[in-house]
């Protein structure tokens, strides 16, 4: 742990540098202190299903290696972000122009599912294949819900409020990343690990749902 906190602090000291270089046009532009100037209204549905998958996904994140040890299949769940991560990186470029040629539906319907299948395969895991398998289905799934829910909450910004829009998106992807692992360690002294990734799986059908009625059942093809 010590050496991964060394490595995140050299990563920071190289970002903070890397900033410093960076040439930024200033803007002169003095607003009051406004709901309008900190959210992109148009972007506030897509972000609440980010908020909903993100705050699922931080159950992963926060609670997967305390769970792997319950099941005794520690050394596989070395082996599960490495799995998400292939998954993410294998899927995106595809998946990113068949949404710019079909339109947002044809990815992130199958997304959700694939996330609500790795949550469930991650409630019952009793093996290794099968953790790893619900590696396999977070990493499509969530690693794609992200990418395009953020294109959308762009998509449909007006130019000049594009940063406003990626800005929303941020905050409730990094709300539910945040409140997340706070919220579900209250409930999993009652559900235990296992039954906290089947519940998130239920959130997530509902997510399904919900993004239906917020955007699904009205999406169209970008227009570039």
Not at 46 to 58: D, T
Not at 85 to 91: G, P
Not at 106 to 128: E, K, N, Q
Not at 178 to 202: D, E, H, Q, R, V
Request: some cysteine; hydrophobic content about 55%; overall charge positive.
């Amino acid at each position: 742990f010590m050496n991964i906190f060394y490595i995140s602090f050299l990563l920071g000291i190289i970002s903070f540098v890397i900033t410093l270089l960076l040439k930024n046009q200033e803007i002169n532009n003095k607003k009051k202190f406004s709901f309008n100037n900190l959210f992109d209204r148009q972007a506030l549905p897509i972000a609440f299903i980010i908020f909903l998958s993100a705050l699922s996904f931080s159950g992963i994140v926060s609670y997967i290696n305390l769970y792997a040890i319950e099941i005794d299949l520690v050394k596989a769940a070395s082996y599960f972000f490495i799995i998400y991560t292939a998954a993410v990186l294998i899927s995106r470029p595809f998946t990113g122009k068949i949404v710019d040629a079909y339109g947002a539906n044809i990815i992130i319907y199958p997304a959700i599912i694939l996330f609500v299948l790795g949550l469930c395969l991650l409630g019952i895991s009793h093996s290794a294949w099968l953790l790893l398998v619900s590696g396999l289905c977070i990493g499509l799934g969530f690693g794609n819900i992200s990418s395009i829910t953020q294109t959308i909450a762009v998509s449909h910004a007006k130019p000049h409020n594009i940063g406003l829009a990626t800005s929303t998106f941020m905050i409730f992807m990094d709300l539910g990343n945040g409140i997340g692992p706070y919220t579900l360690g209250l409930i999993t002294p009652f559900l235990g690990y296992a039954g906290m990734y089947k519940s998130l799986a239920i959130l997530m059908i509902f997510t399904f749902v919900l993004y239906y009625f917020i955007y699904g059942k009205h999406s169209k093809k970008f227009k570039h």
